[in-house]
């Protein structure tokens, strides 16, 4: 069974117990859209213990709210009471819930084209804010007023620029002048949940114009303070040539590609990202222009082109270069890197040291920094081709310990 048919033996068995049950919100909006939706959401007037009452493996961590996840077969579906919002005490999460009908339900949702219902049974789309006669539009219009509904929740603004980008719809001048005068108070927002909607953003293929909406709205320069005029328009440049399918790391270095790497890492910090996907960015920034270095040795080639991000690096690079007016130069070195690469053919690029710490302790060298610097020049010595035995290794670390006087007393 899809998530979709899940979800419709839910809402058939509410309706055969009598409560009304609909699909509801982004799912509604993808299927009058032709698009896949990424979840089937149930809306009901059963009250969560009725809910739970009908099926027999739930989940209750949202009941309080009106929220209730239902286990059937392979699936869960998120079965939510109609309900009201209100006392947004905090800029984000509501303090009082109260449950209520399908049309005031609808009025605490997002945008229009959030705020649908579907019926499955009849076959019928249920529209109380004009959702569809936006989506006919492609406009992105908050229900009800926006600077209300933007105080409510600021991540709503973030929202509708992802969707706006994700769906290419415009956002309503009314909804965009609320965003811009509300912009700075995205700060309010934690910075994890902020990273969730703009990595939306950016992933997306349509991602230079959602970077240009954060930039014209003020959003970009709230989330990230410092982030200047200047920086923005290299970055959509750079945005607009990367690949369709890239990663969060690659497209937020390309969103920062023309500030300077300290910069960039601090910005990130605030969006709370793994340590592994700082890591990430930190080497695409640090590595920016290495690639095109002619003169590159032999051993840093194979040592980058054995890391996990050289394919990143290659496609940062040339995205930098084709948004730079003077970048052909670059390409073109790109270009002989390439080759470079297919030539070294099948060569191992991370093969095993010829020789390994004890090895060189037992040829005399002192335990401590000076070994580690061995093992390194050695290391590099043997990806040039230089080293090819152990043999070779010895007598090499031989002269090494002689020259470096680091030998054990
Ligand atoms: P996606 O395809 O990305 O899942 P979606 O529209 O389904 O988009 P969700 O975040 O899954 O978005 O939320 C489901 C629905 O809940 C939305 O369509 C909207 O009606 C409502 N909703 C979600 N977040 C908010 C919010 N911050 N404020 C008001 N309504 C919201
Ligand atoms: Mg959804």
Request: with cysteine; aromatic share 8%; hydrophobic share 40%.
């Amino acid at each position: 069974m899809t998530n979709k048919q899940t979800a419709i033996k839910v809402i058939k068995r509410l309706s055969r117990n009598g409560f009304q049950a609909l699909l509801a919100g982004g799912c509604v909006r993808d299927m009058l859209l032709r698009r896949p939706a990424s979840d089937y959401d149930v809306a009901t007037n059963a009250q969560p213990d009725d809910v739970i009452k009908l099926f027999r493996r739930t989940l209750k961590v949202g009941a309080k709210f009106g929220v209730v996840i239902i286990l059937l077969e392979d699936k869960q579906v998120e079965v939510a009471t109609f309900r009201t919002e209100a006392g947004y005490a905090d800029g984000r999460h509501p303090s009082v819930v109260k449950f209520t009908g399908a049309a005031e339900d609808a009025g605490r949702r997002d945008f229009t084209i959030n705020g649908m219902f579907y019926d499955p049974v009849k076959e019928k789309v249920i529209d109380y804010v004009d959702g569809r006669a936006d989506l006919k539009k492609g406009l992105i219009r908050t229900i009800g007023k926006a600077k209300e509904r933007f105080n409510e929740d600021y991540l709503r603004m973030l929202r509708a620029v992802r969707f706006s980008t994700q769906l290419g719809f415009a956002i309503e001048p009314t909804t965009w002048s609320a965003i811009c005068s509300n912009a700075k108070k995205i700060t309010k927002i934690s910075g994890e949940r902020i990273a969730i909607e703009l990595e939306a953003i950016l992933v997306n293929p349509n991602r230079s114009v959602g970077a240009s909406m954060l930039t014209k709205s003020g959003l970009a320069k709230a989330i990230f303070p410092g982030f200047a005029k200047k920086y923005s328009e290299f970055a959509a440049n750079v945005l607009d040539q990367l690949r369709k399918k890239v990663d969060f790391a690659l497209a937020l270095a390309s969103l920062f590609a023309g500030c300077p790497t300290e910069f960039a890492c601090q910005r990130c910090q605030i969006l709370k990202l793994s340590r592994s996907r700082n890591k990430h960015i930190k080497f695409l920034l640090t590595n920016r222009g290495k690639l095109l270095d002619d003169q590159m040795a032999l051993s840093r080639l194979k040592m980058v082109l054995a890391g996990p991000y050289f394919q990143d690096l290659y496609e940062l690079q040339r995205a930098i270069q084709k948004a730079r007016p003077d970048g052909a130069e670059g390409i073109t070195a790109l270009t002989r890197l390439r080759k470079k690469i297919r030539d070294l053919g099948d060569v191992e690029l991370r093969p095993k040291p010829l020789l390994n710490g004890h090895d060189l302790i037992r040829l005399g060298a002192a335990p401590g920094p000076g070994l580690g610097q061995l093992a390194q020049e050695m290391y590099i010595a043997q990806l040039e081709g230089k080293l090819q035995t152990p043999a070779q290794a010895r007598q090499w670390a031989q002269t090494w310990l002689q020259k470096h006087k680091i030998v054990q007393k």
